[in-house]
């Protein structure tokens, strides 16, 4: 199959926002990691750059829920835009304070500020997906802004380190978010559709009705929870690995800083190559069996890393770990991305699943934290029991949610 024969490349819609998500993706990620660096020249422990990253999480997730009341009103493309040029601002912010303090507040306002965007992006994914290959669509959505995002990363770590210059990379960041921005006016249309109560403009409690009333006509509250409590663990786990795992690697596999380096890119990676492989299968085999194998394949990963204590085996099997992770979250979003279709409720599902993965990633610095203190070697077993309980879940409610 040629170039010109892939999906994204037949679909304009798709290919616009795929190139929007490249390029944010990409600019947000040069500052990513260089924050935490930032804060510590500014004075902040990693105890407390730990609880501000929680913090963070919530004013994220809490941004998300709100929002998406709102988005399908206000209308996505509107919405993104506000968002990106708050975000474009937020780098700026950094370079105008030597208070660790104030830095602390910007990082939790930068939260709620990439949670304002995110009901908007589902809901701009979803009108740009072609039907017959959802799944597809899905996984070369979510591996520009992986690939992108690892690129990013790269480009600004060593630009820190090769410079020792923040405030250059802060200015790199609010540039290619200001470019996405003129980039999303210039390509990226309007819906058509904006939500009204009757013929007069709807307020809030109207809205909030009607969305209750659909999700308990059409049985959908089965299927939110399910999608909620997948995304919650996923971004708990990426969390505590992002916080936890630095350490990890030194303390119990006697590795060196680099590879836990390498260990968190090779995550990056392996989920920008393999989500289109991940759409493609939710396809052909469907959600819920992808799912299925997709639990099975990271509990006895988990397992096993609970127990192993070779650098090389170790490495092995968390690779294997996360293409079962990156399957997973393929299935969750073709499952998610349906409710696009669903004109009366798509905005605040969106935010509802947007904030239960915010508050996984909210979370998951404390309770890793203070698990890692107690016991090191508890790391993982937290993270299998963490997934058998979802697992559990998922077993509980597929029958319910799959034949709706």
Known sequence: MSIKDNIVFKKKELLYFCIQRLLFGFSYSLMIPIIPLYFNTLGLGTFIIGIVMSVYGISKALAQVLVGIVCDKLGDKLVLIISFGLMTLVPLLYTFTNSGFIASIIYILQGAVLGISAPATFSLLSRSLDEDKRGECIGYASAVFTLGGAIGAIIGGFIFTKLNNYKLVFYLTSIGILLTIIFIIIKIRKAKFVNKCKKEKESISCKIKGIIETIKNEGLLAKIILLGCIALLGDFIYGAIVCIFPFYGQEVLNSTPFYTSVIISIYLFVFGIFAPLGGVTSDKIGVKKQLLISFIVMII???????????????????????????????????????????????????????????????????????????????????????????????????????T
């Open 301 to 403: 990963s988990l397992f096993i890393l609970s127990m192993v204590k070779s650098i090389a085996l170790f490495t092995i099997v968390i690779i294997i770990y996360f293409l079962g992770a990156t399957f997973l979250n393929s299935a969750l979003q073709n499952s998610l991305l349906k409710f696009g279709e669903n004109e009366k409720i798509k905005g605040i599902v969106f935010g509802v699943v947007g904030a239960c993965e915010s508050l996984g990633y909210a979370i998951a610095p404390v309770i890793s934290s203070c698990i890692y203190e107690l016991n090191k070697r508890y790391f993982f077993p937290i993270l299998l029991i963490s997934t058998v309980i979802i697992y559990v879940i998922f077993l509980l409610l597929k029958k319910k949610v799959f034949s």
